[in-house]
């Protein structure tokens, strides 16, 4: 299993952009395709964006077109999520995970953390209106 550490979050203006970060460790990086999810209070966890394994397919949900870019640094083990323009609706816990299975991330329709090999300890973001 691969160990995951989400970091980043805080607390923003609405409008504004954050960057989260997850750091890996443990196993190939590269094996892995990797997903943020984020679960609001009284919500359920819902899928954000994910990234296969090269970088090259990213997908997203409607919600975050346009306004969050998924990335990820293979010679560093980390992915990112780029948040721009960012919406009160946005607050959440955000929690990256990963998995050798791409199939379980590109529909973006599997939310929970034991859905995949590995889920990270998420981190708390706020967007104040």
């Known amino acids: 299993q691969m160990q995951l550490v989400g970091s980043g979050g805080g607390l923003v203006q609405a409008g504004g952009s954050m960057r989260l970060s997850c750091s890996a460790s443990?196993?190939?990086?590269?094996?892995?395709?990797l997903g943020w999810f984020r679960q609001a209070p009284g919500k359920e966890c819902e899928g954000v964006s994910c990234i296969s394994s090269s970088g090259i397919t990213t997908v997203y949900v409607d919600d975050v077109k346009g306004r969050f870019t998924i990335s990820r640094d293979n010679a560093k083990n980390m992915a990112y999520l780029q948040m721009n323009s960012l919406k009160p609706e946005d607050t959440a816990v955000y929690y990256c995970?990963?998995?050798?299975?791409?199939?379980?991330?590109?529909?973006?329709?599997?939310?929970?953390?034991?859905?995949?090999?590995?889920w990270g300890q998420g981190t708390q973001v706020t967007v104040s209106s």
């Open positions: 443990g196993r190939t990086f590269t094996d892995y395709a």
């Open positions: 995970a990963a998995d050798t299975w791409w199939g379980k991330f590109e529909t973006m329709d599997r939310t929970g953390r034991h859905d995949f090999d590995s």
